[in-house]
């Protein structure tokens, strides 16, 4: 045997044997396949009576969950939707999702993976040390309780100890205390804690945030959803802007995570389009917190509804954050909650129902600034006298009933409704008052208003007197907005509204519009007439809004004072005051209806007139620069330029592009359109003899002039496309060729 065939045993035989050995894998793996199929399906389907299933009810009782040696079990993973955003009314974010960071170390990576530090102990020391120091100057203005120690503390626990050390973690309520995407970048920097290091054990748990791009601006409207921080926007509509969570299982085999197929896909949450507007919230915030600062107060609330359709477009809560009061933040819903004597404000409401009761206010006089009510026993054998006055020194004089709304006389209003109910009859007062629904609660997409807490069962002269302009009992400064724009809105009482559509990735899903409480609180010419007297409070002579009366912003509403109850000397202080201001503007065509109302300031009405005065300028300056801004899509219809073409085309045409009332009798065959001197378009019968040996067929189309030339005994020829510009006659064979260009 050759060397040659020795060596091709030699290969033969070597073969044979890996063949053989691949065989025995091949067969070896066919076997545990069957076997995995058939004798442990169901423990690799988590369905084993050795298994524990752990997303079932009740399964720490179960016998294997004390069981160590247990090495099978099923667990669920949550699959977390999307939360919605929320938008202003032109599709703007007004609350996005955003993304923070809790930064860990785990050490046992660190320990088993690296020897460069770990055998040499004075690098590790130095190691820590420098990561503190750089911890500590990242973060050090964010965090002023974590000093260089805590730093070196967790460090050391981490890289020394190895343990899972957690280094820093985010305050997810506190958006100065986040760690963001930025500060990830810079750690990535740091000594060991950079990428290019694998084993470092440097984890980023991420969890989803809420942010706020503009800040405090109705941030306590828009709301807050986190631990048992619940309100606003994100409490109230938290079904709709929460999603649908999912979930995955896994078994766990041997320490080996097996995903399963049960898997159920998480919808992510809707969005919220809301009826707030950037621009006038903008406005509304800033120069109610300029004058807040300016008067030292402790709190205040503005709110702009739109008067037609009751959204709200704009709204403010602010509270004073520290003793300085430069510095003021949105607090609680004072607007929807406040519980607070609406002062003279509410003396809109008692002419509403005095002139629901007197129809000649005009010939009407009332006592004003002091006064002394007399009221009888029920027998009529006693009478009981209470000398009442605006303010300490005054003597009575009288007025009319526009006039002493004006002044916003206590003493008068108080006469006009005991005139129009008489001094005994609170109760029908009361019936009047709730008859316009300016005395019941109401719901709102962010919760239920407070109805006022009046006195209803009260028979003393005292309680009878101070309702009628506002004064000892509460309200909340919504509920005088919702009954003010009930007048301006002609007699329609909406519930003020802030969310106007809900909407998914896809489509809108809902669309809300505000609900009527009241079609007509009370008859029209009752209105029309309140109306005069709120135009009179900015417009009168004795107005005590007067001093901002303007010749280019017109507006009506109505001035409130109080002074604050001081539970110290059980009394009302004088030198403190909660003011308001409530109206609407324009006043001949009101657009937006609005409140202002600050607590705890030094002066009276007049400083929240002006801030309603500044808003409401604002907010029409926006509206008038917009309608300049708007470009006139709808231009008016021009007759188009049209060559030559036959009456009945012509007729089509101009029905097609909405002309049809401009088309005349036309006398000719054909008609043509055209341009004036002055670049006015005309429209008039072209001249065409079809009587002529040759017809001018210039300009027509080549239908056209095919078919009259045809009748004139010419053949046809058609070189372009367009309208015929120029033409070649052979009037031997009576030929002729048309040239043709677009029509120009």
């Not at 604002?618 to 709808?634: G, H, K």
């Amino acid at each position: 045997m050759s060397s040659r065939q020795k060596k091709n045993n030699v290969f033969t035989n070597r073969m044979g044997i890996v063949y053989f050995f691949v065989l025995l894998l091949g067969l070896a793996c066919f076997f545990k396949i069957i076997h995995l199929i058939v004798f442990q399906r169901s423990l690799y389907q988590g369905t084993a009576a050795s298994c524990l299933d752990k997303t079932k009810e009740g399964w720490e009782n179960n016998p294997l969950a004390k069981d160590s040696n247990c090495q099978c079990y099923v667990v669920e993973n949550n699959l977390k939707p999307v939360r919605g955003e929320v938008f202003d009314d032109k599709g703007r974010v007004l609350i996005s999702n955003y993304t923070v960071f809790d930064i860990t170390l785990d050490g046992r990576v660190f320990i088993e993976k690296d020897t460069f530090y770990s055998r040499d102990q004075v690098r590790l020391e130095s190691l820590i040390n420098t990561l503190a120091a750089n911890f500590y100057n990242q973060f050090k203005e964010r965090f002023p309780k974590k000093n260089e120690v805590y730093y070196k503390r967790q460090f050391t626990k981490a890289l020394k100890d190895g343990k899972n050390a957690l280094i820093i973690q985010s305050n997810i309520t506190n958006e100065k205390q986040w760690i963001t995407s930025d500060d990830t970048a810079l750690i990535a920097k740091m000594p060991m804690l950079s990428q290019k290091f694998n084993h470092s054990g440097l984890n980023y748990t991420y969890r989803t945030v809420r942010i706020n791009p503009y800040g405090e601006m109705a941030k306590r409207t828009l709301g807050l959803n986190v631990g048992d921080r619940k309100y606003g926007m994100e409490a109230c509509l938290d079904d709709d802007l929460a999603g649908t969570q999912g979930s995955r299982k896994f078994l766990y085999v041997n320490h080996a995570r097996i995903p399963l197929n049960e898997r159920v896909e998480p919808f992510d949450g809707r969005n919220l389009v809301t009826t707030l507007n950037l621009e006038i919230q903008n406005i509304v915030h800033n120069e109610l917190q300029k004058k807040l600062i300016e008067q030292n107060a402790d709190w205040g609330c503005a709110v702009v509804m739109e008067t037609k359709t009751g959204e709200i477009k704009a709204i403010s809560n602010l509270r004073r954050a520290d003793k300085d009061g430069l510095v003021y933040s949105e607090s609680m819903e004072y607007a929807l909650h406040a519980m607070v004597e609406p002062g003279s404000t509410f003396k809109l409401a008692s002419v509403l129902a005095y002139l629901e009761k007197i129809e000649d206010d005009t010939s009407k006089q009332y006592p004003i600034l002091a006064h002394t009510f007399v009221r009888k026993n029920k027998a009529g054998t006693k009478e009981y006298r209470f000398p009442k006055v605006d303010e300490p020194g005054r003597i009575e004089s009288l007025g009319t009933p526009i006039e002493v709304f004006q002044r916003s006389s206590n003493v008068g209003i108080t006469s006009m409704i005991f005139d129009a109910y008489s001094i005994d009859q609170y109760s029908a007062y009361l019936s009047k008052i709730d008859s316009m629904f300016i005395t019941t609660s109401f719901s709102t997409q962010l919760g239920k208003v407070q109805a006022p807490n009046i006195k209803r069962k009260a028979t003393d002269f005292h309680t009878y007197y101070n309702t009628c302009f506002g004064a000892g009992f509460t309200m909340t400064p919504m509920q005088t907005l919702v009954y003010f724009n009930a007048v301006a809105n002609n007699g329609k009482m909406l519930a003020p509204l802030f969310v106007k559509y809900i909407t998914d990735s896809h489509d809108t899903v809902a669309k809300f519009s505000a609900e009527v409480i009241n079609p007509q609180i009370c008859k029209k010419t009752t209105i029309d007439r309140a109306k005069k007297y709120l135009e009179a409070v900015v417009q009168g002579e004795y107005g005590s809004a007067r001093r901002y009366k303007d010749s280019h912003f017109s507006f009506a509403g109505k001035t409130g004072t109080r002074d604050i109850w001081d539970e110290d000397i059980k009394a009302y202080n004088r030198a403190k005051n909660s003011v308001s201001f409530c109206g609407y503007f324009p006043a001949e065509n009101p657009i937006y209806t609005c409140i202002v109302f600050m607590y705890n300031v030094p002066k009276k009405s007049s400083i929240a007139v002006e801030v309603f005065a500044k808003i409401g300028k604002n907010i029409m300056n926006i509206a008038n620069y917009s309608a300049l801004q708007e470009v006139n899509r709808s231009k008016p219809k021009v007759l188009p330029r049209i060559n030559m073409v036959n009456s009945e085309q012509f007729s089509l045409i101009m029905n097609v592009m909405g002309f049809e009332n401009q088309v005349k009798t036309i006398p000719g065959p054909y008609v043509s359109t055209g341009l004036n001197q002055d670049y006015s378009v005309y429209y008039k019968s072209a001249k065409f003899n079809a009587k002529e040996k040759l017809p001018d067929v210039s300009n027509m189309i080549a239908s056209d002039a095919i078919h009259e030339l045809s009748k004139a005994g010419y053949k046809v020829k058609i070189e372009g496309r367009g309208v015929v510009k120029s033409k070649t006659v052979d009037r031997k064979n009576k030929i002729i060729i048309l040239y043709l260009e677009p029509p120009g």
